[in-house]
């Protein structure tokens, strides 16, 4: 998906540890660069984040997998990728 980014520790090329990960990734600059072309000043952009449902811009781990992934302890509304989804929005 290519939408957020890893931290692993590696000792050797069999050794390694997942540490954390972050949200940010691609998906951010395509969707800020989408939403820069959307809103016509930024007051319109903030009252809108105000008002909004990130679940319309965030990808979330429920959207990739269905729901949550009980396996490793990840809830269904954790987000994935933020602004994954602006990179396919188009403007009304």
Do not use: C, H
């Not at 990734?25 to 395509?30: A, E, K």
């Amino acid at each position: 998906m290519r939408s957020g980014a890893t931290f692993t520790k590696v000792n050797s090329a069999t050794d390694y540890t997942r540490i954390t990960g972050t949200s940010i990734g691609v998906s951010l600059f395509w969707g800020i660069a989408r939403y820069m072309n959307y809103f016509k000043d930024p007051t319109e952009a903030v009252n809108s984040g105000i008002e909004g449902d990130t679940s319309n811009i965030d990808i979330s781990v429920g959207d990739i997998y269905g729901g949550n992934y009980a396996s490793i302890g990840l809830p269904g509304q954790l987000i994935a990728s933020s602004f994954g989804k602006l990179k396919d929005m188009t403007p009304d």
